[in-house]
């Protein structure tokens, strides 16, 4: 039987109203054009930036609010991060699939408070295990009754403020569970190398995706924005929001 691609995308952090509909109302648009299922990403807090001083966004209930208003308005499944525990059940009531960040991945409680929603669970690999080290984090999920886990590849540490990315952990990771999606933005980061924020380079973020879909990925994550280098967090490594579709319709033949 064959698994559906499954594609992730959205700004990386909540900014505005404005900035989710720009990029919804494209998703959509999308998702009619090659038939696809998007599902729409942002973060209500990003708990890991850099600085003390960089844009953290709306917080847990405005953001969730505002997650509510785009699956109401478009009709898209939801994705968002956590980064406590407390957080699961609010954003179970909320979005379809709750992420766990990379750093946060060995964290027992958040993996079993998001499996406790019943909501899919996503585990980004951190930047410091390899594939087959995931199986340990998807038995926290499953033990804790989580119904569906995903994984998702987004590089490894290589030396100081750079990533590379092994692209045999994807399957290895298609060994523990049927669903491994490869972060293609993430994985181009320079983490902390442009004076206390991350840096990185888009250029790549198309090769990573081809590169993931030759070692069997089953699904794709991006973070967009229609101007980039305006974007509040993340801005060196989203892609351009106008990219996206020929992107994906590549990925999905």
């Avoid at 991006?222 to 974007?231: L, M, N, R, S, Y």
Wanted: glycine fraction near 8%.
């Amino acid at each position: 039987m064959s698994i559906k691609t499954t594609i992730i995308a959205g700004p990386c952090v909540i900014e505005s109203n404005e900035l989710l509909d720009t990029v919804a109302r494209k998703l959509v648009e999308i998702n009619t054009k090659l038939n696809v299922d998007i599902i729409f990403k942002a973060s209500f807090d990003k708990a890991n930036r850099t600085s003390i001083h960089s844009f953290r966004g709306p917080g847990l209930e405005r953001g969730l609010q505002m997650l509510a208003d785009v699956k109401a308005n478009y009709g898209l499944r939801i994705l968002t991060d956590i980064h406590e525990s407390y957080q699961a059940k609010p954003v179970g009531e909320v979005c379809d699939v709750i992420q766990i960040p990379a750093f946060l991945c060995r964290q027992t409680d958040l993996l079993i408070a998001a499996a406790k929603t019943g909501r899919t669970v996503n585990i980004k690999k951190a930047q410091f295990l390899s594939g087959s080290d995931m199986r340990y984090p998807v038995e926290k999920a499953r033990d804790a009754g989580a119904k569906e886990v995903w994984l998702t590849e987004r590089g490894n540490m290589m030396g100081y403020n750079n990533l590379v990315v092994d692209f045999r952990n994807i399957p290895d990771m298609l060994e523990i569970v049927p669903t491994v999606i490869m972060d293609c933005t993430h994985s181009v980061q320079r983490p902390g190398s442009a004076n206390g924020t991350t840096g990185g380079d888009r250029k790549f973020v198309p090769k990573m995706a081809l590169a993931a879909k030759a070692f069997g990925a089953t699904g794709y994550f991006f973070e967009v924005h229609p101007t980039p280098d305006e974007g509040l967090s993340d801005a060196a490594n989203m892609l351009e929001l106008d990219k996206l579709e020929a992107l994906v319709e590549k990925l999905t033949k």
